[in-house]
């Protein structure tokens, strides 16, 4: 008895298996239907291989120098505890690395760089990512065959729709509150683009941050992988700095008002004491003693507003970060896609696909059985 369990049980494992040599037999019966469905995803290939743009990428490290503070001593006695006291130990001034990916994937970045002018080969002058895709570069014929075919729903739907024309925000004369960021239809499309070009990773380990660009052509893209570069550094100098500049700005103010009194009361000083040679009265002596005081009054306030300017300005340089460039930007020479790789994955899904129809139009038959007897 137990021997027949032991016979039977290979037996029962086999037929609940899979039958390698059944889909082996499938397959070679099938293999016309494999070599045509290949063959045709195998021109496919071709054609978005030979039609396919070529794409260019550029990598920059750069390593922020933070400002040290006094309680540095106090973050490195966390991080050997294994602590991370990350931002919560900065200071007011002081903006962390981790924010700069979101100051690259703000509306306000992409837009700036969406018009920053960059060269390209079929134009002779610079002129903006926008101007580009927008009025001079054309679809590629494969790009029209996606859009007929596997698009083509999305194209019947466009046609369908009324075309909605873009907002146009209400303005007054005289109004001076802020507006939100209004984008037309062309800008949206683009700067999404354009957020798949342009991205930074940040190491939180090493500490440095690495900024990726994807281009279409070699020039294009390292101006815009400097363009994004240097765009980064003044929104981070902008964010750091914005309390300092604001307290400069003030003190500029300040300091040219005082300096205009001052030679104003300078002026007036010399005349009362031309006057005051030619006519030596008591009203004259006390006009000039007048005069003299409030030149004194304003020429110290002029000396302090000056000292305050200065150390406003040296407070500006002070928090203004760097970023100490470890990677520079460098023109690439190969496209960073290939057209052999296309070819090789179109025809390797045309394969794959071939198969499973062969395979599947097999099991066709036994999953219809399975179904009428679970219905019975």
């Not at 899979?18 to 195998?42: E, H, P, Q």
């Not at 179109?346 to 395979?359: D, N, Q, R, S």
Request: glycine share 4%; charged share 25%; aromatic share 8%.
């Amino acid at each position: 008895m137990d021997e027949n369990k032991n016979y039977n049980a290979p037996v029962e494992e086999e037929e609940g298996g899979i039958d390698i040599m059944a889909l082996v037999r499938s397959l070679w019966a099938g293999r016309k239907t494999i070599i045509i469905i290949t063959s045709v995803f195998i021109v496919l290939g071709l054609i978005a291989a030979i039609t396919m743009k070529r794409t260019y990428s550029i990598s920059t490290t750069m390593v922020p120098q933070v400002s040290s503070r006094s309680n540095s001593s106090l973050s490195s006695l966390a991080s050997l505890a294994g602590f991370d006291l990350g931002t919560a130990t900065m200071g007011n001034s002081d903006l962390s690395p981790l924010i700069y990916p979101q100051i690259v994937s703000s509306v306000p970045f992409r837009k700036e760089l969406l018009y920053t002018p960059v060269h390209y080969e079929k134009v002779d002058t610079a002129v903006s990512m926008y101007t580009y895709y927008k009025d001079i570069v054309k679809p590629s014929v494969f790009s029209y065959v996606l859009k007929y075919t596997i698009g083509l729903p999305g194209v019947i739907l466009g046609a369908i729709r009324k075309p909605q024309p873009d907002l146009v925000l209400p303005t007054a004369a005289g109004d001076s509150t802020p507006k939100p960021i209004l984008l037309t239809k062309d800008e949206e499309k683009f700067m999404k683009m354009l957020s798949q070009s342009v991205t930074l990773a940040v190491d939180k380990k090493e500490g440095y941050i690495t900024l990726t660009v994807n281009g279409i052509e070699p020039i294009q893209t390292a101006e815009l992988a400097m363009a994004a570069q240097q765009l980064l550094q003044s929104e981070v100098t902008r964010f750091r700095t914005e309390k300092a500049q604001d307290n400069l700005d003030y003190i500029q103010a300040r300091y040219d008002e005082i300096k205009a009194e001052t030679e104003s009361l300078q002026s007036q000083r010399a005349a009362v004491r031309d006057r005051s040679q030619q006519m030596n009265t008591a009203r004259g002596r006390i006009e000039q003693e007048r005069i003299d005081s409030k030149y004194a009054v304003a020429s110290n306030i002029y000396a302090e507003m000056a000292k305050q300017l200065e150390q406003a300005k040296m407070q500006v340089k002070r928090d203004t970060p760097i970023l100490t460039v470890v990677q520079p930007v460098t023109v690439p020479v190969k496209p960073s896609n290939s057209r052999m790789k296309t070819l090789i994955i179109w025809t390797f899904l045309g394969f794959v696909l071939a198969c499973g129809w062969v395979i599947g139009k097999g099991y066709l038959p036994k999953l219809k059985e399975m179904f009428t007897e679970k219905k019975d």
